[in-house]
């Protein structure tokens, strides 16, 4: 794992790169799973053991092997890939060709061509919007969160993963860029309705940060709308630039998750070293630490929901279970399954399931996902700041 980066959500491979470990869920920032640039591990040398874990069915020797035949048959390597992993019984197993990972890469750098919207599968098994980036395609054409997505250009999304409509909506399998159209079919509260909008080339802003409460007694939120390059710094900055006195409102919501080493970067903002996160591959068990030095005396309350996913899943369970953070809000989603990319031939990358994290107390979190512990379905945020405001951080 030395000199590999690991990600939990996005999925990506820098060209050339060495294949390296996805911590998977979708992030679909504008519509766009996203890569991430090489990097070193975040834990200063993981400790491997043998645990027991559940992984894909499918092997990863056959599904190189099928590509291996496509092209000495000539047919398509990413189509073979594709039937594998689709009857894999492998649920975020995918398979990405090269201008798509280019694309993702793109993203999680905080540049993406898109609509402007995040996307996520509900329990029921729908896309639902999760997040609309303020003034892009998607907003001005009245997009909202909580939106369902029922067909892209006239097509059913139906069971597509994720990460295929994501790429849809990108246009990314037909080449599509900057100031070409996609027709959205929508749902909202059972009306039906299509809006055509235009793809256009955004940047995200992943963390933002305003200022709660009164001057007497001040409070800081933290939004963390996704972990892209950058984020975890940004958000140790904020914590190291709040006034002392204030607390910390770290807002996950709708997070979709992103880089793992920008996640533990941020738990280092809290944490002074320590645990932050185990994860298995194949059988063996390694972990991820906080840096020293972080903050571990200003009160934190962390909100999350159900769109608080993967890499946010990763930072809000191991605040919870180190007792540095009270959380508040809705059951996170539950996506924690760990991908293998493999490097096909032309280029394409498929990924599989090969693992699972776990929380610093060995908590799983894939399938069950985090309970806060004060569960709020509306009003969380104002009942977030009574907490902080409980604790003596403000607001």
Same mark, same amino acid.
């Given at each position: 794992m030395s000199g590999s980066a690991q990600r939990?959500?996005?999925?990506?491979?820098?060209?050339?790169?060495?294949?390296?470990?996805?911590?998977?869920?979708?992030?679909?920032?504008?519509?766009?799973?996203?890569?991430?640039p090489q990097g070193p591990d975040p834990a200063p040398g993981p400790q491997t053991r043998a645990v027991s874990s559940t992984v894909a069915p499918v092997d990863r020797q056959e599904i190189e092997d099928a590509a291996a035949r496509a092209e000495a048959d000539g047919t398509s390597v990413k189509a073979a890939? *594709? *039937?594998?992993?689709?009857?894999?019984?492998?649920?975020?197993?995918?398979?990405? =060709?090269?201008?798509?990972?280019e694309e993702f890469e793109q993203a999680l750098d905080g540049s993406y061509t898109g609509v402007g919207l995040s996307a996520r599968r509900t329990a029921r098994g729908d896309v639902a919007?999760?997040?609309?980036?303020?003034?892009?395609?998607?907003?001005?054409?009245?997009?909202?969160?909580?939106?369902?997505?029922?067909?892209?250009?006239?097509?059913?999304?139906g069971r597509r993963p994720v990460a295929e409509v994501v790429a849809l909506l990108r246009g990314d399998r037909t080449g599509a860029a900057e100031g070409s159209r996609v027709e959205l079919g929508l749902v909202r509260k059972g009306r039906s309705w299509t809006k055509t909008v235009e793809r256009a080339?955004?940047?995200? *802003?992943?963390?933002?940060?305003?200022?709660?409460?009164?001057?007497?007694?001040?409070?800081?939120?933290?939004?963390v709308a996704a972990f892209t390059k950058g984020a975890g710094a940004d958000v140790r900055d904020a914590v190291r630039e709040a006034p002392g006195d204030a607390g910390i409102l770290l807002d996950l919501r709708a997070n979709s998750g992103g880089l793992v080493a920008e996640a533990v970067v941020a738990a280092s903002a809290f944490l002074d070293g320590g645990l932050v996160a185990t994860y298995d591959v194949r059988g063996q068990e390694q972990a991820l630490y906080?840096?020293?030095?972080?903050?571990? =005396?200003?009160?934190?309350?962390?909100?999350?929901?159900?769109?608080?996913?993967?890499?946010?899943e990763l930072l809000t369970g191991a605040l919870q279970d180190r007792g540095r953070a009270v959380t508040v809000g809705s059951p996170t989603f539950g996506k924690g399954s760990v991908q293998m990319p493999s490097r096909l031939p032309g280029g394409s990358v498929a990924e599989l399931t090969v693992g699972h994290y776990r929380t610093p107390a060995?908590?799983?979190?894939?399938?069950?996902?985090?309970?806060?512990?004060?569960?709020?379905? *509306?009003g969380a945020q104002r009942r977030a700041e009574t907490v902080l405001s409980g604790l003596g951080g403000g607001s």
């Open positions: 939990f959500g996005p999925r990506g491979l820098r060209r050339g790169a060495t294949l390296t470990l996805v911590f998977g869920c979708a992030l679909a920032t504008a519509a766009a799973t996203g890569s991430l890939a *594709e *039937e594998v992993v689709s009857r894999s019984g492998d649920r975020w197993g995918a398979v990405y =060709d090269e201008r798509e990972y919007v999760s997040r609309v980036q303020p003034g892009g395609p998607a907003d001005r054409a009245g997009v909202r969160a909580g939106d369902l997505l029922r067909t892209l250009d006239g097509r059913a999304v080339r955004l940047t995200t *802003e992943a963390v933002t940060v305003r200022r709660l409460g009164k001057a007497s007694s001040p409070a800081v939120l933290i939004k906080a840096d020293r030095g972080g903050d571990t =005396d200003r009160p934190v309350v962390v909100l999350v929901d159900g769109g608080t996913m993967s890499a946010a060995g908590r799983t979190v894939d399938g069950r996902g985090i309970t806060p512990d004060l569960v709020v379905r *509306e």
